[in-house]
């Protein structure tokens, strides 16, 4: 299969299709087997260069990641940190657990850097959605790459196309209200596109147009994920502008220290 790069800032038409019909993803489950599955009942065939875009609980809950708030004995630094911030002091518990350094505490917010890597509330950690139940809670997958790798070469086996995977995960970001998907893990996909020494619209040569491309192919296929029980956490994007990579990882998106303005 020749690897594709896509260069062109026009690529027509991009199609966003969830995939309908997926269980309650389990400990163990075959998550291509069952997309594939919904697929064939929906008519869909898969593409040279489709992105398939998976919520980071799905995969959480394959791994095994889900965690019973019961069973935490929250430490003395936990229950500092729930004075603090008003959280469950298991929860909190959980969070140091999942962090490399808890970074700023505010009423209400924890900001942490994760194991993984990523500068996020909350290590991560995702309260809703999971089982049904408040005190079962989901950690980021251990190694979201990783992930990602493994399912984009069983797709691609299957299917002989080249596709790309994208894990993402709902995050807010400093200096501005809301939160959007972002990637935590990738495979297939250069996680940049860069424009740098190409023109605008005026003749102009770009000298810093460096675009995160996966981060928003996550944000796209947000929308149609959706955050309530729209139920969708599996979302292809079809015709996006992006270039194939083999050993792309999402780590790629942390600014190293010596760089960052912000901490």
Same mark, same amino acid.
């Given at each position: 299969?020749?690897?594709?790069?896509?260069?062109?800032? =026009?690529?027509?038409?991009?199609?966003?299709?969830?995939?309908?019909?997926?269980?309650?993803?389990?400990?163990?489950?075959?998550?291509?087997?069952?997309?594939?599955?919904?697929?064939?009942?929906?008519?869909?065939?898969?593409?040279?260069?489709?992105?398939?875009?998976?919520?980071?609980?799905?995969?959480?809950?394959?791994?095994?990641?889900?965690?019973?708030?019961?069973?935490?004995?929250?430490?003395?630094?936990?229950?500092?940190?729930?004075?603090?911030?008003?959280?469950?002091?298991?929860?909190?518990?959980?969070?140091?657990?999942?962090?490399?350094?808890?970074?700023?505490?505010?009423?209400?917010?924890?900001?942490?850097?994760?194991?993984?890597?990523?500068?996020?509330?909350?290590?991560?950690?995702?309260?809703?959605?999971?089982?049904?139940?408040?005190?079962?809670?989901?950690?980021?997958?251990?190694?979201?790459?990783?992930?990602?790798?493994?399912?984009?070469?069983?797709?691609?086996?299957?299917?002989?196309?080249?596709?790309?995977?994208?894990?993402?995960?709902?995050?807010?970001?400093?200096?501005?209200?809301?939160?959007?998907?972002?990637?935590?893990?990738?495979?297939?996909?250069?996680?940049?596109?860069?424009?740098?020494?190409?023109?605008?619209?005026?003749?102009?040569?770009?000298?810093?147009?460096?675009?995160?491309?996966?981060?928003?192919?996550?944000?796209?296929?947000?929308?149609?994920?959706?955050?309530?029980?729209?139920?969708?956490?599996?979302?292809?994007?079809?015709?996006?502008?992006?270039?194939?990579? =083999?050993?792309?990882?999402?780590?790629?998106?942390?600014?190293?220290?010596?760089?960052?303005?912000?901490?």
């Amino acid at each position: 299969m020749p690897p594709l790069s896509y260069t062109g800032v =026009d690529m027509g038409i991009i199609s966003i299709i969830p995939i309908t019909g997926l269980p309650i993803i389990k400990e163990g489950d075959d998550i291509v087997g069952m997309m594939e599955s919904c697929l064939g009942s929906m008519g869909e065939t898969v593409e040279d260069g489709d992105v398939f875009v998976i919520a980071s609980t799905i995969i959480s809950k394959q791994e095994g990641q889900l965690h019973d708030l019961r069973d935490i004995e929250p430490t003395g630094e936990a229950k500092e940190l729930s004075l603090k911030t008003g959280k469950d002091p298991r929860l909190c518990e959980l969070i140091i657990r999942s962090s490399e350094k808890i970074l700023k505490v505010g009423e209400g917010p924890i900001i942490s850097l994760t194991k993984q890597g990523f500068i996020c509330a909350s290590a991560g950690i995702d309260t809703s959605n999971i089982a049904g139940d408040k005190n079962i809670v989901a950690t980021l997958p251990q190694n979201p790459d990783d992930s990602a790798v493994h399912i984009r070469e069983e797709l691609e086996a299957r299917h002989d196309k080249r596709v790309a995977v994208i894990i993402s995960d709902t995050q807010g970001r400093p200096f501005r209200a809301g939160a959007i998907g972002v990637c935590v893990g990738l495979s297939g996909i250069e996680p940049f596109v860069a424009y740098r020494g190409k023109k605008d619209l005026y003749g102009y040569e770009l000298r810093a147009s460096v675009i995160g491309r996966a981060d928003e192919i996550a944000s796209a296929a947000d929308i149609a994920m959706g955050q309530s029980d729209e139920g969708f956490p599996v979302i292809i994007v079809r015709g996006a502008n992006f270039i194939y990579s =083999d050993d792309a990882k999402a780590t790629g998106f942390i600014r190293e220290r010596e760089k960052d303005l912000f901490r």
